[in-house]
Antibody
Framework: EVQLVESGGGLVQPGGSLRLSCAASGFTFSRFWMSWVRQAPGKGLEWVGNINEDGSRRDYVDSVEGRFTISRDNAKRSLFLQMNSLRGEDTAVYYC???????????WGQGTTVTVSS | VVMTQSPLSLPVTLGLPASISCRSSRSLEHSDGNTYLNWFQQRPGQSPRRLIYELSNRDSGVPDRFSGSGSGTDFTLKISRVEAEDIGVYYCMQGTHWPRTFGQGTKVEIK
């Protein structure tokens, strides 16, 4: 079964840092681009960024550029999101998702919640 | 690219058809000839699930009562006969232009 499981969410103070992880199983992780998508409480979906198969290319939405870093460890079938200089508006459920070949996300994790508050 | 969905709330009757509109601020036809318009369903308390990719292709396991259509800047998701399991929020998303952007979501609820 194709599966993505996020972890690492929690409560962090404004200006703090947090690292999210996503464990992949059931598919050849190293052959796929991967994305992070977030959803603020009661709001819609926002694509955060993605990373290519070998980690040599990463793209981010402007609102997180310079603060968030996506990385991956193909040997461990894991995706990461390092979040620095966190702000209240970063409070959201963060989803890990697999990028299909169609500029879209075809498999999603269950999400992990990040709350930025003092 | 701004994606605008309508309506934002859609009361539906079980067994009857329903449709959701999505408009983009720029044409979503890519230079490679494909239109990277997707539809996602998010049931209450669940993660999003992709239903439709590249305008009109259903994902594996998606019932054939769901269909996607459109061109250029105007797109539609149709449900031929609404079932109770279809309640939730539906999002369109474009992947043609960077960055990927979603519509605001349309909440489908039973009348």
């Amino acid at each position: 079964e194709v599966q993505l499981v996020e972890s690492g969410g929690g409560l962090v103070q404004p200006g703090g840092s947090l690292r999210l992880s996503c464990a992949a199983s059931g598919f050849t992780f190293s052959r796929f681009w991967m994305s992070w998508v977030r959803q603020a409480p009661g709001k819609g979906l926002e694509w955060v960024g993605n990373i290519n198969e070998d980690g040599s290319r990463r793209d981010y939405v402007d609102s997180v550029e310079g603060r968030f870093t996506i990385s991956r460890d193909n040997a461990k079938r894991s995706l990461f999101l390092q979040m620095n200089s966190l702000r209240g508006e970063d409070t959201a459920v963060y989803y890990c998702a697999r990028d299909g070949s169609t500029a879209s996300m075809d498999v999603w994790g269950q999400g992990t919640t990040v709350t930025v508050s003092s | 690219v701004v994606m605008t969905q309508s309506p934002l709330s859609l009361p539906v009757t079980l067994g009857l058809p329903a449709s959701i509109s999505c408009r983009s601020s720029r044409s979503l036809e890519h230079s490679d000839g494909n239109t990277y318009l997707n539809w996602f369903q998010q049931r209450p308390g669940q993660s999003p699930r992709r239903l439709i990719y590249e305008l009109s292709n259903r994902d594996s396991g998606v019932p054939d009562r769901f269909s996607g259509s459109g061109s250029g800047t105007d797109f539609t998701l149709k449900i031929s006969r609404v079932e109770a399991e279809d309640i939730g929020v539906y999002y369109c998303m474009q992947g043609t232009h960077w960055p990927r952007t979603f519509g605001q979501g349309t909440k489908v609820e039973i009348k």
